[in-house]
DNA sequence: GCCGTTTTGCCAACCGGTTGCCATTCCGGG
DNA sequence: CCCGGAATGGCAACCGGTTGGCAAAACGGC
């Protein structure tokens, strides 16, 4: 008789069909919902032969179970947060493809926000993904020590390019990539060099910083920190006017994307990479390698940050043992975009 | 004399305090849960005095309702969620992040999933996903229509990229930006042109080859099909031994990331671009611009089909109504890598 | 046939919100 | 002073799962 279906109050939007639940297979079934979600998720403890009939039950109504009437109870979401500053930046490709592939082999779901570049629109996200999510990745978190410290107490989290006592945190190592790089320019007979610096909030430009600070003198060359800037190919190019007039022979950006936005605004005013300005970036980001000249660069292996992050906190929500952190750490690559300092920049 | 508070057990992992809940505020204030949630959520239905109040306990304990909790009755989680083919793919770049400033704008949570091509993976995600979201975004859908179809009959779905019968979806047109890409090939003096195409599932691909093989006879032009093949650099690289073998003066790349793999392999093989083979892109990502030659290509502006796609779902739940789709069109983006045929590629 | 143990399934409470409906209070008007 | 209606807050059911505890059933040994 009810052929239109009068039934409850459609759910959502539209004449969508709602979902199966258990109770549909248990009253399908003659049993209690509660047999069914434990044979469903317990396994071994109902009788096999009424688990199988479950089990093809719920595939015959194309059953799944609702998340979020099981997070309700179990307070485990299966969601993962990853905060990071520009979604738009290539290093973070590699960084966002490596955290996804563990947490989907370890069964979680992954959730991308981005707080470009705002401390304020990070805490919002934060807070907001706090309540839905297990644990969370913050990626060159612009947060203050402290606002780290409140949310790490809250739920597992993990840094990535970022340092806060007592709170977990993947960062690559620069040591050996910047040495490489500066024994390399120090070859090639380079004397004063240049740092082209990224955010002032960003804590992995001032370690790039204080590293440069410490190594370049050591082999006879004198740096100077030209900065900060937008870590964008536009923050880069807006530097070109300041290198130039600072007289050095020789360019270590924040980051590619910087060290890209330099090596076009010398083209731009006719100056040639490398005779004239070498340039070494950092990241080897995707296209790095197909400028021309490429990039010089010192590669951070975000993709491996990524994986450890994600594996961390898996680790953390599943016993809560110290699973030894790998450790990453980064890699100069030569190109082209270095070359022994001919005629001086300025005339 | 309970100072260990004893309580209920925790919820998580470690010892972290279980965050605020209405009911806490509602015991605090001598209220019941439901005045909290009323005041919380619909202005005026409580008393003006008591609404201050309860803001201000909510303030005071730091409340923030739970996601789930709220999701459970209601059906809406705020939450939407974007399939795509690959992360790592610079085109999707822009894509992401219009459509991230639309659905956070009009208050929705953008969860991101990536298929890696697989149609098995995004049926998959696409289950998973489609549990704990309002609405769905596809973009270049690997899926079969009656899939898709299906999909869309359980939740609001919108495509990119992708034509299916009876399901809203926002494709850039890209006859303009085909004419004006040829136009400009035929001005140039080429004859015989290639189309190196992307992989066989995609509808994309065929879409441009099917315009292609309509507009370039038009011009006097002959044109074939090399591929299918990966969209990748890897991709275009490998295209490189048959695209130089049929003889052409000019390519059209199915995306930028052939377009630059075919053109590594050019140089890699001293082949010169332009003068030796021109090149067409599609897409306009991050760095088609600072390939030497920057390459030409046909802008899809991917940003404003991920905004206008959030848009029409967030309509879609909202009212009902039909936004009336704004359309986007390809641009044709004249660069360096296409020239007038010189010598012929095949010596 | 009896008893103890194990297996198996169900009851009911709970997670943290939302919401229909009802009871009480407050108000002004007649 | 009485009445009707609006304003206000509470009760209780519900969303769809999970889980501790228990009773019934099955089983096995003697």
Request: overall charge neutral; charged content about 20%; glycine content about 8%.
């Amino acid at each position: 008789m009810n052929q239109e279906q009068p039934g409850p109050a459609r759910r959502g939007h539209g004449n969508r069909k709602p979902a199966a639940t258990i109770y549909d297979i248990a009253r399908h079934l003659g049993l209690s919902p509660s047999t069914v979600s434990r044979a469903l998720n317990k396994p071994g403890r109902v009788n096999a032969k009424t688990e199988q009939r479950i089990r093809e039950a719920a595939a015959a109504l194309n059953y799944r179970t609702n998340p979020m009437a099981r997070a309700l109870p179990t307070g485990r979401t299966n969601t993962l947060g990853l905060i990071l500053t520009d979604i738009t930046n290539p290093v973070y490709f590699t960084l966002v493809r490596g955290a996804e592939r563990v947490a989907a082999a370890a069964g979680y779901t992954l959730v991308i926000a981005e707080s470009q570049e705002s401390g304020e629109l990070e805490a919002e996200s934060a807070e907001r993904l706090l309540q839905s999510v297990d644990g969370l990745v913050l990626v060159a978190s612009r947060l203050d020590d402290a606002s780290i410290g409140a949310l790490a107490e809250r739920k597992p989290l993990v840094l990535i390019n970022r340092v806060v006592d007592g709170v977990p945190g993947v960062v690559p190592d620069v040591v050996p990539g910047i040495r490489d790089a500066l024994d390399h320019l120090a070859v090639l007979g380079h004397t004063s060099l240049a740092y082209l610096s990224g955010p002032s909030v960003s804590w992995m430009s001032r370690v790039r910083w204080e590293t440069l600070l410490d190594e370049a003198p050591r082999r006879g060359m004198t740096i100077v920190e030209i900065g900060p800037g937008a870590p964008t190919l536009d923050g880069g190019q807006e530097g070109f006017r300041r290198v130039r007039a600072s007289g050095v022979s020789a360019v270590v950006a924040y980051n590619d994307l910087m060290a890209i936005g330099l090596l076009r605004a010398c083209r731009c005013a006719g100056v040639d990479v490398p005779s004239q300005l070498s340039i070494v970036g950092f990241d080897d980001i995707f296209g790095s390698d197909f400028t021309s000249p490429p990039i010089t660069t010192i590669r951070t292996p975000l993709d491996l940050a990524g994986e450890e992050a994600v594996h961390q906190i898996v680790a953390a929500l599943s016993e809560g043992d110290v699973p030894e952190p790998r450790r990453v750490s980064a890699q100069f690559v030569r190109r082209e975009s270095t070359a022994a300092p001919g005629r001086p920049l300025v005339v």
